[in-house]
């Protein structure tokens, strides 16, 4: 497909690869050699050598063949490289460079198209941070790896218009220990547009939800479509949402944020989920990895009484249903659990519980019940539950087609417990409230 | 005053003290004699020693004055052992024991009441976590310490009905490094209820903000008196607010919801502080440690664009509004950064901005305008910025009277940075859209 050059290149020119430190050619340079497997050259006109690899002048001077450019330069001659790029047929450009549209300077954003237009050569950018693609190990995203943390190989993907916002995004996914399959920052999307990148990130094999950020819609139409186009479920949030902010959209990516009650008006048309928060876009993201919920009828199984009346709280609000277990759940459970224990909905397995217990009420509550989903509460500040609990969750949630949820807030301790959760696919959410958000989110876009 | 005894007692008698694991009163007996400075005694009619102390059998047994007990022995005992301690004219009893009108014992319950009525002894709980006073070091709260955290000394005091929503805040609370003074889990609230402590922990020199999770409200008019009387901003959750969830509370503390528009109603009239969410009770507690803004005008300052964009849509969606920087403000600025940051509001101070730029940029603008917060997006995964950017933070922020709040969204390094604020008092949110919310909630509460 068109866009593969720029996810599953054979070789990248890295244009302005030094070896100084703390210039953002550089590190690119250095990241595609210490963890991309294909063959990287450096293009640099005051180099003969970087980090021990042949530098070439320009482009045109590599005798073979090149898939993809990365270009780490001065906006001003942004232009003549990429005129380079089009001589030599590079079909993937990413141009990380900053001093577009987004300081006013339409004309040089304007000479980039021309350049490309009728050509094979596409370009992402420029104002970006490119791509990450964990499976192929393409990676121009230079953020330093000490204070910022990339995912493993996972079933997410994600495109920012916004940098800062989308590479928050990865630290925050490698944080709770959520993989994802491609990640795209587009910056001002002169050519590639957020439209193209759904579209093709929706058909990734690798990938079951597309999350997104977005500041302008280039064209409302090929939006919708790409959208309804999209097979799997789409997570986004806009920003500019309001009058006030879109001014500021324009000089960030030189968008122009568009209205937004028309943005919202063509998601609903075609079922792609609409988040007003940032971190409500990873909420639902997440939740989209258990199988989508036939209906509203949620179990809350808890070993605190406090947090299963929050969940309800939350449930009841976000049009969430709680039907009582059946009798014969009840007859069957209370024979094998204490007695202070409390076998309604939420269904109060008490602050001794253990992991038999939890699987006692789910394999109970799935035998005798019709219920569309699971929501398990577990406070891993309780000793009565362990890391063997997991194994427990992850088992039953395999065995089951109904989808499991689990709210675990705490510190520490509990985020261990949570990423082992998350790494098995298991949604975790800190409080109750964000995950009956979540699931009531994934209804909706059903 | 009258419930001194709770939080500064000098001699406590742990009844159920003994020397096994994994057994609550062993646990609580431990704690005291680790942390709390004053003379703790294990009282257990099977034990001579318990942990190299002299036991009793009974409180009556002890020859001294003993200030406080607390009790965590079978609920069917109970009345026998706290009419001991109403003989032995104990002035506060914390009731740990579960099994009272939670699970329907309505007779066991009023038990304890008729036992202390008319007499000098108060009882706290049954069925609860206690006491845990950062000052005093008085600590019944038996979690495991290498599951859950405790918060070292601070200005929020916390009231929670449900010992582990109450417990997991601490562990929270602990985890971001905000101190608290005085924590109380309560329980069914037979004697001591809500109102009391609202109003009690108001009147503590240490505590700035009070917070509290509540189920049930006992009596409407004592506790709107109690929020109106506390001279400082509380800040409440109660669940329990849909007809479909306050049947859950009665099984949980024995409590009667009680209409969620009274409750909301009676809390508008005396501007305390209500939420409708766990997260926000603790992001709108520490938005109280700063200074109340004035007014609604905030100034954002970023080194990240899209989030400034988040944030925007965040204050307009909150009702608090963004007036540009003057002209004075502009030029002074637009001489000393570079020329690619915007100076608007959000101000962006891009991807390279640095401590000096900050504090230029909140100099000038302090100097020049009349905004009433600012708002500091600060992403640490940017090198440009590091721990001494923490301390110019904290000093500027204690130079003036504005109040600030930061947003720092990430992973490990940016939670290590985050600490290092919210232990210097600035509030530290996650998302743009927490902290706008929080700053709003505060105004409200004005």
Not at 80 to 91: D, M, N
Not at 136 to 155: A, E, Q, T, Y
Request: charged share 25%; net charge positive; aromatic share 6%.
């Amino acid at each position: 497909m068109g866009l593969d050059g720029f996810f599953t290149p054979k070789t990248v020119a890295v244009i302005g690869a030094s070896a100084e430190l703390n210039k953002i050619g550089a590190t690119i340079f250095r990241n595609f050699l210490k963890s991309w497997p294909g063959k990287t050259i450096p293009i640099n006109p005051n180099k003969k050598v970087v980090l021990k690899r042949k530098s070439y002048s320009s482009v045109l001077d590599y005798p073979g063949k090149i898939d993809q450019a990365v270009i780490a330069i001065p906006a001003p001659i942004v232009p003549k490289i990429l005129e380079q790029c089009v001589q030599k047929e590079i079909g993937s450009v990413i141009i990380i460079s900053s001093g577009f549209k987004e300081i006013g300077r339409h004309d040089l954003e304007q000479q980039l198209l021309d350049i490309v237009s009728g050509t094979k050569t596409r370009i992402l950018g420029p104002n970006c941070l490119g791509i990450y693609d964990a499976y192929s190990k393409v990676n121009s995203v230079f953020l330093p790896l000490d204070r910022f943390k990339l995912p493993g190989k996972g079933r997410i993907s994600v495109l920012s218009q916004s940098g800062a916002v989308g590479s928050i995004l990865l630290d925050i996914l490698a944080d709770q220990n959520i993989g994802v399959s491609r990640f795209v920052s587009y910056g001002n999307a002169t050519d590639i547009d957020e439209s193209d990148l759904i579209e093709y990130l929706a058909k990734d094999k690798n990938t079951d939800v597309v999350v997104g950020y977005i500041e302008g819609v280039k064209d409302g139409k090929k939006f919708m479509s790409a959208c309804r186009n999209a097979k799997k479920p789409v997570v986004l949030l806009k920003a500019g949402r309001n009058e006030e902010t879109s001014e500021a959209i324009q000089s960030h990516t030189g968008s122009l944020a568009g209205s937004y009650e028309i943005y919202s008006g063509a998601l609903r048309q075609v079922k792609a989920a609409r988040v007003e928060d940032w971190e409500s876009l990873l909420d639902v993201a997440k939740a989209h990895l258990q199988e989508t919920p036939k209906g509203k009828k949620i179990l809350i199984l808890t070993d605190g009484g406090g947090f299963g009346i929050l969940a309800a709280d939350g449930a009841a609000e976000n049009g969430l249903s709680l039907p009582h277990p059946s009798q014969k759940t009840v007859d069957k459970l209370r024979k094998k659990v204490p007695g202070y224990a409390i076998l309604k909905n939420p269904m109060d397995l008490t602050g001794d519980a253990t992991s038999e217990r939890y699987k006692l009420a789910i394999e109970t509550a799935m035998k005798n019940d019709d219920y569309d989903a699971i929501v398990l509460i577990t406070l891993w500040q309780i000793p009565t539950l362990d890391v063997k609990t997991v194994d427990e969750i992850v088992k039953l949630n395999k065995k089951y087609k109904t989808p499991f949820y689990v709210i675990a807030p705490g510190s520490e301790y509990t985020r261990k417990i949570a990423a082992k959760l998350e790494g098995a696919g298991v949604p975790v959410y800190p409080t109750p409230l964000r995950c009956m958000r979540a699931i009531a989110k994934v209804l909706e876009s059903k």
